[in-house]
Each structure stands twice: as C-alpha cells, then as structure tokens.
C-alpha cells in the first residue's frame, strides 16, 4: 500500500510554526549581534594580551569550542541552578547562543584583525593615532569586511545548531515541529516541512547577510 | 639651533648593533639624504626618528620635543614628523580624500569640513585634486605614494621622512613621485629622505649622509662628496652605483 502524502494539517498550525519560526529567528539575530560584540571584545583582549581579559577569554573559546552545544546548553539550564542562577528557558537558550557564537566569533575577528597589514599599522603610527584609534579607524572595519563570510557561514551554523534548544522546551522551530507531529503522528509531513524551513531560513540568513556585506564593500564608494 | 638633531643615538636589535652612536643635524629647510649599502641602518635610523623604533641610547629631538633614550611624549614628536613609506600603506577602506582627512580628525580633533578642506588642499599641493573619491585600489602605485605623501602632509609636520619611497614603483612612475619631491624641497619643506635614485639625491639635496655599518662615516654636500670621497668605503660604494 502506498503511503499517503497529507500536508493537510498545516494551517491548523501556521500560526504556531509562525512563532517557532520567530523564535529561531531571535534567538539567531540576538546571538549573533552580542556573540560578535563578546567576539570584538575577546578578539582586541587576546591581540593586545590584556591582562586578566586575555587568559579567560582563551579559557572560554576553548571551552565553547570543544565541547558539545547540547552539553553546554544543558549545563547552562540545569547545571547553573545548583549554584543559585536559574532561568528559564529562553533565557537558557539565548545565553548559549550568545556564548557560542561569541567564542567562535572571536577566533574568527581574531584572524581578521591579525591580518591587518604590518604597513597600516606603522602608517596609523606614524600619524600619532593611539593603540585604540588605529583600531577603530583603521583595523575593525576591513577586518570586518574579511571575516564576513565567515561570520556568516556561523551564524547560519548556529541557527541551525539552535534546534538543539528544544530539548530544554525552548520553543523554537523544531520543538513545535515535535510538538505537531506528536499531535499529528505525520512524522514525515512534519520533519519534511521543518527540513524546507530551515532551508529557506538558511539561505536567507546567507542572503541577507551577504548582502549587508556587499553594501558595506559598495557604500565606500558613495560615502 | 638645528631642527631635528640626534645625538648618541644607539640601537640594537638582540645582539645585532644597528645604530652606534648617530649624530645628525638637520636645518629647517634643509633637504638630506641618506645613502649606503642595505643594511647599514638607514631604515632603522628614519624609523627612529618619529618614535616607530625605540631607542636604546642617546636622545633625539625635534623643534623642541625630546625623546631621552625612548623615554619622551611620542604621540607630539609624531605630530611633527610625517613619514611616507616604501609601500605607501594607504588604507584600503577609505577613499584618498578619506585617508588625508582622517589623521587631522583623529588626532587634531579637527572638524569635518575643515579636514576635507585640508585634504583637497593637500591633494592638490600632490596634483591629485582630482582623485579625492578614488580608492587606494583604483590609483597607480605612483597616484597611492602621492595621496600617501599628501596625508602625511595634512598633519602640518615640521619634517618629513621618505623611506625609499620610489622602490615600490614601476620605472614609468617614479618620476611623477620625484617630481612632487622637488616641490615639496622647493617650497621649504624640511625632508629627510632615503633613496636609491642617486642623480635625484644629488640634484636636490642639501646635505648627503653616507652610512655604513651604523655610523655616519661621511657626511656633507653632495656635488663635493661624490666629487671627492673621503673615505675608501665611500668610494666603493660610488663605484657600485656603476
Ligand atoms: N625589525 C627588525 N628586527 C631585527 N633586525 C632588524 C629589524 N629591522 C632591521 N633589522 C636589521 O637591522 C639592520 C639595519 O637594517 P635597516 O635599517 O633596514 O637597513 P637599510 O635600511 O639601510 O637597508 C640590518 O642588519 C637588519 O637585518
Ligand atoms: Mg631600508
């Protein structure tokens, strides 16, 4: 016997797949600003060996780096509570998000700042501009533009990564997606649509930040 | 009183004895040029000279600003010494009207529309005026030294030094770099220059430093230094040039 295909059940939970949706989005979207944020910080405290900022952020990008997302996550949600922290879900899964994107972004800007140019650094110098001048005015912003793709390709890492978070009942896409299908039992329909969202969201993120880095490149000319 | 005026200036790096005891005078206005074999620490003695390497004795001191073996305010002595490299280092982000602009506005804290002022000035000053939106990528490497002369000129310094700055360029476009040299010389500007291009040297400068080993072994006016070598060193080094 044939097996019959049946997508009929996705209005009844557009609106719920609608919020998952959302909720992968910020979890992404807020992970990726504070994670490159923590990374610009942990990138300008290993360049300059800025004592105790340096040793600890060393110790923290090895630990998110080599350690499972789900282990981490879970540390964060059962294991902080023992020593006084508790938080809920989202707040659980945002914190992972934020620390793991953070470590990765701060090997990923780390490379781009050493790659500035020994001659801009000298000619910055030679210009009297302090140790923090030549880094905003002449190193952040074509490090940038060099790390973006790879920035890019994390944070899409990362949002997918983020499906993880429903084992905790974040309520992100693939903790409704269990939700559905539990209620369904349409395990294919339900994974096959979860599989076409991510995609899509996937290759928007891409996109999207591909594009921001194209204007970025581009708005030299206008500006 | 000399404009810049080093004296005992020593510098090693580790073990290696690169600068042994500099003594240089340098008038305003005048133009001198450092000559000698590569590496006799003529980079090194440049570099020295606005701070980019520390010293490890003797004091340097420019229109009054000193530096007491490495110990001084650097970021005034920089102010008033300007350097033009041999790969002109531009930055790539910023157009050239951006990259004389930005020094002032950084470090002067000199408002926008005066900075632009300033660069269009200097640009000019490099006959680039036209080029004010160009990038780095989008000049010759003859138009990127020119822009990278203007911005060190947009910080009003009191010298400037040129570090082989016609090395880097293919021969058709040395002369344009060379041209605005001379004008710079002609107009007062205090330089200090290394340089290969020895007619040049000859023709412009006041004073010529030939160096050997770390030391000025000879010193003085060009026409009568290469017309008369006082020392056998000297001597090979003009019959290299050949
Ligand atoms: N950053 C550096 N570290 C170690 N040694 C250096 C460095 N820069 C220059 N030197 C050494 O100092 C000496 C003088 O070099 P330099 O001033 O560049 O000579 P020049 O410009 O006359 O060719 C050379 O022996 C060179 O190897
Ligand atoms: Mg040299």
């Not at chain 1, 050493?114 to 190193?139: D, H, I, N, W």
């Not at chain 2, 000025?216 to 006082?230: D, Y």
Request: net charge neutral.
């Amino acid at each position: 016997m044939a097996y019959q295909f049946d997508f009929t059940f996705i209005p009844d939970y557009a609106g719920m797949l609608g919020q998952g949706v959302a909720y992968t989005l910020g979890l992404t979207v807020f992970g990726g600003v504070l994670g490159i944020a923590i990374g610009i910080g942990g990138a300008i405290s290993r360049l300059w060996k800025i004592r105790p900022f340096d040793g600890l952020y060393q110790c923290y990008v090895e630990l998110f780096r080599n350690t499972p997302f789900l282990v981490q996550l879970f540390l964060i949600f059962f294991g902080l509570p023992s020593l006084g922290i508790k938080l809920v879900e989202w707040q659980a899964a945002m914190l992972a998000m934020v620390l793991n994107l953070g470590a990765y972004s701060t090997e990923i800007i780390r490379a781009g700042l050493q790659a500035t140019p020994k001659g801009q650094l000298e000619a910055a110098e030679s210009l009297a501009f302090t140790r923090r001048e030549t880094f905003f005015y002449v190193m952040l912003r074509p490090a940038l533009l060099k790390v973006w793709p790879a920035l890019s390709s994390q944070l899409v890492i990362s949002m997918l990564g983020s499906s993880v978070c429903s084992q905790i009942s974040a309520e992100e896409l693939t903790f409704v997606a269990n939700f559905i299908q539990s209620r369904n039992f349409r395990a294919f329909e339900t994974y096959f649509l979860t599989t076409a969202i991510y995609f899509g969201l996937a290759v928007m993120i891409r996109q999207l930040l591909g594009a921001i880095g194209r204007y970025a490149i581009a708005r030299r000319a206008a500006s | 009183m000399p404009l810049v005026q080093t004296n005992r200036l020593h510098k090693f790096y580790g073990t290696n004895h690169v600068l042994k005891g500099i003594k240089l005078d340098v008038e305003e206005g005048e133009v001198v040029t450092i000559i000698g074999r590569s590496g006799s620490g003529k980079s090194t003695l440049l570099r020295t000279l606005n701070g980019l390497e520390s010293i490890d004795d003797g004091t340097i001191e420019v229109d009054g600003t000193a530096l007491v073996a490495g110990e001084g305010d650097l970021r005034a002595l920089r102010q008033k010494v300007g350097m033009v490299f041999q790969q002109f280092n531009l930055f790539p982000h910023l157009s050239a009207g951006q990259n004389v602009m930005l020094a002032p506005q950084v470090v002067k804290g000199t408002n926008k529309r005066e900075a632009a002022e300033i660069a269009r000035e200097m640009l000019a000053r490099v006959g680039l005026d036209q080029k004010f939106d160009a990038f780095p990528d989008q000049l010759s490497g003859g138009q990127q030294q020119r822009v990278a002369i203007a911005r060190a000129l947009a910080m009003s310094p009191k010298v400037l030094l040129c570090d082989e700055i016609t090395s880097a360029l293919d021969p058709e476009l040395v002369n344009e770099v060379l041209t605005v040299v001379r004008r710079l010389a002609s107009e007062g500007m205090t330089l200090i220059m290394v340089t290969h291009e020895m007619r040049f040297a000859r023709e412009v400068s006041d004073k010529l430093v030939f160096m050997h080993e770390g030391r000025v072994h000879e010193s003085g006016h060009p026409q009568e230094m290469f017309a008369q070598p006082a020392t056998p060193e000297f001597a090979n080094f003009i019959r290299s040039l050949h």
